[in-house]
């Protein structure tokens, strides 16, 4: 085993023992430096960020894996406005829940605590850092990041950002750890840490995912791709239909909420249809479907049975023209990743029918799946989106990073 990575280890565990006994104005404040060393360091912040920009122009790397490497200074903004969001939230460790009186008078219930350390490994987006650290070090979590190489500079940067401010608010800097080493190997030697590290959670590729649940001998808590559906169903409002549909594949392409797959009720399609290809046409979006979708789009792609289950994250849609909202929920538990579907209806009963039977983490009705995020959902942030369904499925957030013990008060029982 890696000598620097065990000692990573033993560092973030040491650092989660002293986080635990802080107070929630301790972290605040803690989160508050973290911010203003991002104010401080903005330039320096966009310059590393330069660098992996353009190693990846120069690696080939596509449009939408570079917007989601690039800090501007909206998004060094928005990781500012992460910060001051995660401050407001409540905290979560040492909150009691479920107390109640056995007939032998011992009190029992529950109190919320850490996990531990966390190792997450991530790809392409370096605000993941942020993130990641303000939820960690608010619920007394350590935690060590291994990053991609495509953003090693940027990720470097921000690590040196918040275990600097760490240090400024008297908190131990080994709360937050990274791995330089970007090679496959230091993956696998992290995954076998389980004296170290309590919780391992991958966010990336299929490949990615696939790897860590093969080598890991530690608990995982999946964070897969997104294949993520939007269905008009009959009673669609058509105007409604092509704004959602439109901001689910166009807004951000990009990221794992984004719309993968459209299906449409035959019975709304030929209205639907050239309606939502013409605003699709202005953005470039290229378009792949099924046989009934080419009767009524004859100048597309023809969609392969590979497309129905592709995370695209990019400016490309298959297309599917159902004749029931049965066969659509059907089509979505068969290819899809169980992250965000959405239906477009005003019928009560067939969006209910929809919540219902659809086997995935967000479940919309009439609403973008691009709002599966967890600062869209009142979060302040998210260590990602769990497909899986224990011990979390969706966005992860402060709770989502403890667990309940059992605490017992008592006055001299003893069990006969």
């Not at 068969?334 to 659809?358: C, P, R, W």
């Not at 302040?380 to 992860?396: C, D, F, T, Y």
Request: with cysteine.
């Amino acid at each position: 085993m890696n000598q620097t990575l065990l000692d990573k280890g033993n560092n973030a565990k040491a650092a989660s023992r002293e986080l635990v006994k802080l107070t929630t104005e301790k972290k605040n404040y803690a989160l508050a430096m973290i911010a203003e060393e991002i104010e401080a360091s903005r330039s320096e912040l966009k310059s590393a960020n330069e660098n992996d920009l353009k190693d990846g122009k120069e690696k080939g790397l596509t449009s939408a894996f570079l917007d989601r490497l690039e800090l501007n200074d909206k998004r060094i903004n928005d990781m500012i406005r992460v910060l001051n969001d995660v401050i407001s939230l409540k905290d979560p460790v040492g909150e009691i829940i479920g107390m109640s009186t056995l007939p032998n008078g011992l009190r029992v219930g529950q109190m919320r605590m850490p996990l531990g350390v966390i190792g997450i490994i991530f790809e392409s987006r370096p605000n993941v850092c942020i993130e990641v650290a303000a939820l960690t070090i608010k619920s007394a979590n350590g935690v060590i990041l291994r990053g991609g190489s495509d953003a090693l500079n940027s990720n470097l940067a921000l690590t040196g950002i918040i275990r600097k401010g760490l240090r400024r608010a008297g908190l131990p800097e080994s709360a937050v750890e990274i791995i330089e080493d970007t090679d496959r190997e230091s993956v696998k030697e992290l995954l076998r840490m389980r004296e170290h590290i309590d919780v391992i959670i991958p966010r990336g590729g299929l490949n990615l995912i696939r790897f860590v649940e093969e080598h890991s001998l530690i608990p995982v808590i999946r964070h897969d791709q997104g294949i993520c559906h939007t269905y008009v169903d009959e009673f669609a409002n058509i105007e409604k239909a092509v704004s959602i549909a439109y901001n689910a594949k166009v807004q951000r392409p990009g990221v794992c909420n984004s719309m993968e797959t459209l299906l449409v009720h035959e019975k709304i399609a030929p209205e639907f249809l050239p309606k939502m290809k013409e605003e699709f046409d202005k953005v470039n979006v290229e378009l792949r479907g099924c046989s009934k979708t080419k009767s009524y789009l004859k100048d597309i792609k023809t969609a392969s049975e590979e497309d129905w289950s592709t995370e695209y994250l990019d400016l490309i849609l298959s297309i599917r023209t159902v004749s029931s909202s049965d066969e659509a929920i059907a089509h979505i538990n068969k290819y899809g990743s169980h992250h965000s579907d959405a239906i477009v209806t005003e019928n009560y009963s067939k969006g209910m029918q929809f919540l219902n039977e659809v086997d995935s983490a967000a479940c919309y009705i009439n609403a973008s799946t691009r709002f599966t995020d967890g600062n869209e959902f009142g979060l302040g942030a998210e260590m990602g989106i769990s497909n899986q369904k224990l011990h979390v499925r969706g966005p992860m957030g402060l709770r989502e990073l403890t667990s309940a013990k059992y605490i017992i008060f008592g006055d001299g029982q003893i069990r006969q």
